[in-house]
């Protein structure tokens, strides 16, 4: 198991792994922020990290008022 700096690469991680393994299928809407924030007890400011690392694994997109959303193949 991994040793973690951040809670952000903790949190983005297990959502990795749930894209990965299909919990989270292409088109699937991710948690919101909000829900990241209640689920893990963290700030936006930690929820928003984890969108923008998974965003920059290349694994989701945001739609603008919406969502995030894990990437078509």
């Excluded at 297990?14 to 088109?27: D, V």
């Amino acid at each position: 198991m991994p040793i973690y700096s951040s809670m952000y690469e903790r949190i983005a991680d297990e959502l990795t792994e749930q894209i990965r393994s299909g919990e989270f299928p292409p088109g699937g809407k991710l948690p919101s922020r909000a829900e990241l924030c209640a689920e893990y007890e963290v700030s936006d400011f930690v929820a928003d990290r984890v969108f923008l690392t998974l965003r920059m694994r290349g694994l989701t997109e945001t739609v603008p008022g919406r969502g995030v959303y894990v990437r078509q193949a």
